[in-house]
């Protein structure tokens, strides 16, 4: 049900824009996050929204750079990553949870059911 694209080579410095296509229904009842895996590691949190996409949290290392938003209507949702760094480099992973209006933010991995099969995001030095 989530399609993961918008990865690739980018110098250090640069911009990507990753995209989650979501297949079936009721979008809008939906949390969101970004996690990543890098080479040899655990699957960490990047980013994440609620359902209403009111509230937001970000992994410290990427506060100010990336930035997740959804557009409704194409039923996507997009992780807007500025400034790349090396270290930024690694799998990228997006992950739905269908939720009620009151809950918070979710950071864990294990709080989403559903995930995107990974994009590659490689930044160069």
């Known amino acids: 049900q989530l399609q993961a694209s918008g990865g690739g080579l980018v110098q250090a410095g640069g911009s990507l824009r990753l995209s989650c296509t979501f297949s079936?229904?009721?979008?809008?009842?939906?949390?969101w996050g970004w996690f990543r895996q890098a080479p040899g590691k655990e699957r960490v949190f990047v980013a994440a929204?609620?359902?209403?996409?009111?509230?937001?949290e970000y992994l410290d290392s990427v506060k100010g750079r990336f930035t997740i938003c959804r557009d409704n209507g194409k039923k996507t949702v997009y992780l807007q990553m500025n400034s790349l760094k090396p270290e930024d480099t690694a799998t990228y992973y997006c992950?739905?949870?269908?939720?009620?209006?009151?809950?918070?933010?979710?950071?864990?991995?294990?709080?989403?059911?559903?995930w995107g099969q990974g994009t590659l995001v490689t930044v160069s030095s």
């Open positions: 992950a739905a949870a269908q939720t009620i209006l009151t809950v918070p933010v979710r950071t864990r991995p294990d709080d989403y059911p559903y």
């Open positions: 079936g229904s009721s979008f809008t009842r939906y949390a």
């Open positions: 929204a609620t359902r209403s996409g009111g509230s937001t």
